[in-house]
Every structure is written in structure tokens, then in C-alpha cells.
């Protein structure tokens, strides 16, 4: 049915490429493209071993658009699926709107030397997709991704309009490790480490970082997982969900952290190993957080060993023919089972396996159109239907539960 190129072979990229494996009826060409050409390759043999598939491998530097556009050239793909760093976006974009290719993502970008993260960036892009007649697809991992397809299910389907709506992201599980981020660590630790914010009556409220005096948390209970500390943190999939959500008042995100995260991520962070400036190591410019990075278990490997369980999913509180209520959709994803499908731990099963959704709705002609998308934009009920096919099965409850005022 369609051709794709996967930008990426980490945890996530790992997890998307067996699943577009799975179903060679929809993805009859893949290849899989990364800076690091070992990493396709040993995909490429485990795909060959559990689906009899053969992808193709390349190596390509993803900061570079010359190299993107000949890798696009020479397999003419109907889609480019980028899970590589956020940094990269941009690049890939520009590439896709060179080479004529159709573009999906599951970050927005930020730029490498400041820890801030937008969609500003790849919104601007809006008109170029339209003039070349291609569509781009952000943010289509699980948050952001499933999050707000949740959220333009409940517009669609349950309410006349949304005042609330709390995101809450627990991992219940664990990996063995003493200190280990479930994905990229130097995108994760830039992103936790960052000012808060959340969106109320029309502005944006700034509250201290999950690891500062003043932090706000609360003890959430959740489904299967049961109660786990719960930060405000700003997430990207608020800024999208602002503009799309009819009568929103107020959104926040949430996740879980532990004490022992918590307290690793204060001290290196008062080390100054989170820093992302250059500083001078005996005559070497080193960035502090790119060498943590180095010396930290690579979130692809977490997977053998991991137990328990995510849980991920939103709250909404809004009105529906003139009645006010509240329902909770979410999903709950096992470590260990989604390793045994596809040698992947939870966090990377649950942002891949959307973004080959994403991927599928594409290339089936369920979603269409011509410029830049976020997720929430597209009908929401296919993806749906596949997540439940597809490894991501969610719930719909009534929901009776307290959350901070």
C-alpha cells in the first residue's frame, strides 16, 4: 500500500519498525534510517527473525538536508516517519519539503543549545506544506499523540464542550537500575528540569520545576497501578490542545516520579552534569549533559528486565446537552509484555506503536490533507479502533476521583 522511511533506530524507532513489519499488507517498503548503521541492521536481522520481512538500512546524518533528500530520492517513500532527536525536526522537514515527501513526527523541535521546546518552529511550516500539496503530522507518539486523540474523541463524542482537562502519566515500572530515563536521556532530563507551565482562563501559569521547593504534586490512584506521586509538568501536547479543544479553561499535565529519580536528577543537577554549554575539560569542550547521556543505560536496553506497568490517559470535566460530568480514558501498557512482542520496554512500546498507527492512517487515506497537523486536527475514531487492534487497548470510565483544585 505505501512506502516508508523510518528516521531513527533507538528504543522508539525499534519499536515502529517491527510493527509496520507486522502488517505488510500497509507498509510494503520500509527502510530504516539512523546516524548509527549497526543499530538498523541489528533490527533489520530481529524483523527478519520474528515477521520474515525484509527491511532496507541506510545511514544518513539527520542534521544534514542534503544527505536527507538523496536517502528520500533513492526510495521515493509516501511517508517519512522521524523519531529521531527533536533537534532534527526541522531538518527532516525541509528535506520532506524538498524531496516531496509527506513528514511524521512524535516531538516538536527544540533547539539544541536552549532547553525549550514549541510548536512555533514546525507551525510555521504550515503554508509550505500546503503550496507543495503535502501533509506533516506532529506529535503522533502516545503524549504527546494518544493523549490528544483521547481529547478529540471526548469533543467528538461525549461532550458539547471541555472546561477541564488533566493528562496524568504514571510508569509503574521498574527497570533495576539505580538511575535510568526511559527515553533519550538528555531529552528527557531537559525536558523535566524545565520551568512548569500550565494553561488557566486564557494564560499560560508558570510554577517551579518538579525537582525545586514549591513544585506542585499530588498523590494520584491510578487503574491497576495504584497511587503514585503525580508533578506538574509542562508537556508539549498543551500548547496544540489550547487551540483545538472547544470551551477549555483549564489544562494541565501530570507525571509520576519517584524519590530515588528525584533525588539522582537534584544531584546532578547541583554538579551541573544537566548543563547543555560547553565547558572545558582539559582542553576538550564537553557538553555536561551529552557526556551523562554517554555514561547512562541506553533506554533501549532497559527492556529485558522490566517489570510492571504505564498508565496513561486523561480526565476531562465538561458539559454535554446542558449536563456536567467527568470521564477518564486511558491505557494500560506491561513492560514485559510489550518486550516480548517487539524486545522493547513500555515508554518506547507506547510512543512507537502510535506513530505506525499515525503512519497507517496515512497511507490508508483516513487521514488527509495538505499542510501542518496536529493530531487532535484528524478524526479521531480509526486511530482509535487500531489502538485496541494494535497493542494499546483503552478504557472509558466514569470518573468520581479528586484532582487539585
Avoid at 515502529?16 to 507486522?22: D, P, Q, R
Avoid at 506532529?138 to 477541564?164: M, R, S, W
Avoid at 565547558?279 to 528486565?305: H, M, Q, R
Wanted: hydrophobic share 40%; aromatic share 12%; glycine share 8%.
Amino acid at each position: 500500500m505505501g512506502k516508508v522511511i523510518i528516521i531513527g533506530a533507538g528504543g522508539v524507532g525499534n519499536v515502529v519498525a517491527k510493527k509496520c513489519a507486522s502488517l505488510p499488507n500497509v507498509f510494503t517498503e520500509i527502510c530504516l534510517a539512523s546516524r548509527t548503521l549497526s543499530k538498523c541492521k541489528q533490527i533489520a536481522k530481529e524483523v527478519k527473525q520474528n515477521y520474515n520481512v525484509d527491511i532496507n538500512v541506510e545511514q544518513v546524518d539527520a542534521d544534514n538536508v542534503n544527505d536527507l533528500v538523496a536517502l528520500f530520492k533513492k526510495y521515493n517513500p509516501d511517508l517519512v516517519i522521524n523519531v529521531a532527536l527533536p533537534y532534527q525536526d526541522l531538518t527532516i522537514m525541509d528535506a520532506c519539503l524538498e524531496a516531496g515527501v509527506n513528514y511524521l513526527d512524535t516531538a516538536n523541535y527544540e533547539p539544541i543549545d536552549t532547553a525549550h521546546f514549541e510548536y512555533s518552529w514546525q507551525w510555521a511550516y504550515q503554508d509550505k506544506f500546503k503550496e507543495k500539496g503535502l501533509m506533516a503530522i506532529l506529535g503522533c507518539g502516545f503524549d504527546p499523540g494518544v493523549t490528544n486523540i483521547f481529547c478529540a474523541y471526548a469533543q467528538k463524542h461525549l461532550y458539547d464542550e471541555i472546561n477541564y482537562i488533566d493528562i496524568l502519566d504514571c510508569n509503574a515500572g521498574n527497570h533495576g537500575h539505580p538511575f535510568a530515563t526511559n527515553f533519550n536521556p538528555e531529552i528527557n532530563i531537559r525536558e523535566v528540569t524545565q520551568v512548569v507551565r500550565h494553561w488557566k482562563d486564557g494564560k499560560w501559569v508558570e510554577t517551579p520545576p518538579i525537582i525545586e521547593d514549591g513544585s506542585v504534586h499530588f498523590t494520584f490512584d491510578y487503574p491497576v497501578a495504584g497511587p503514585h506521586e503525580s508533578y506538574l509538568l509542562y508537556h508539549e501536547e498543551l500548547e496544540s490542545l489550547v487551540k483545538n479543544i472547544k470551551g477549555l479553561k483549564r489544562i494541565r499535565f501530570w507525571m509520576t516520579f519517584s524519590n530515588n529519580y528525584l533525588t539522582h536528577l537534584k544531584v546532578l543537577q547541583n554538579v551541573g552534569m544537566t548543563r547543555i554549554d560547553e565547558v572545558d575539560y582539559e582542553g576538550c569542550k564537553v557538553v555536561p549533559l551529552k557526556f551523562l547521556k554517554a555514561l547512562l543505560p541506553d533506554p533501549g536496553t532497559l527492556g529485558e528486565n522490566y517489570t510492571g506497568k504505564t498508565v496513561i490517559g486523561c480526565v476531562f470535566d465538561g458539559i454535554k446537552d446542558g449536563k456536567r460530568f467527568k470521564k477518564y480514558i486511558y491505557n494500560v501498557c506491561d513492560h514485559a509484555e510489550a518486550y516480548k512482542e517487539v524486545q522493547a520496554q513500555a515508554v518506547s512500546y507506547t510512543t512507537g506503536v502510535p506513530a505506525m498507527i499515525g503512519a497507517m492512517m496515512f497511507l490508508t487515506g483516513e487521514w488527509k490533507g495538505e499542510g501542518v497537523f496536529n493530531v487532535e486536527q484528524l478524526d479521531p475514531d480509526k486511530f482509535m479502533e487500531a489502538l485496541n487492534k494494535y497493542g494499546l487497548p483503552w478504557q472509558i470510565t466514569d470518573f468520581d476521583g479528586k484532582l487539585p483544585e
